[in-house]
Nanobody
Framework: QVQVVESGGGLVQAGESLTLSCGISGSIWNMNAAGWYRQPPGKERELVAATHASGKVYYADSVKGRFTISRDNAGSTVNLQMNGLKPDDTAVYYC???????????????WGQGTQVTVSS
């Protein structure tokens, strides 16, 4: 069983930065990647960024150039550095451990409680 705990959310103004952190523990030996999802109010959850142990990364078009995902070698900590935040980035952010198949990221760890990010204009 895998546990994920997200932290670092908050209320910021447009243009400011936040860094989200995620602690992953449990049986992650077969999960060599990690990803951050978000769910804006009234919308579906979407993949924001993902990274593989090899260094492969994926970013949603909406965050390219503004967000940076990083993962430690053990896969136990995953961060999301968010710069130039916009009101459209307002959402609950969730971290997962998972795998890549080709260029597609698949979460395997289940969902934590998430961390709320609110960006005011």
């Amino acid at each position: 069983q895998v546990q994920v705990v997200e932290s670092g959310g908050g209320l910021v103004q447009a243009g400011e930065s936040l860094t989200l952190s995620c602690g992953i523990s449990g049986s992650i030996w077969n999960m060599n990647a990690a990803g951050w999802y978000r769910q804006p109010p009234g919308k579906e959850r979407e993949l924001v960024a993902a990274t593989h142990a090899s260094g492969k990364v994926y970013y949603a078009d909406s965050v390219k150039g503004r967000f940076t995902i990083s993962r430690d070698n053990a896969g136990s900590t995953v961060n999301l550095q968010m710069n130039g935040l916009k009101p459209d980035d307002t959402a609950v952010y969730y971290c997962t451990a998972g795998t890549f198949m080709g260029n597609t990221y698949y979460p395997s760890s289940g969902w934590g409680q998430g961390t709320q990010v609110t960006v005011s204009s």
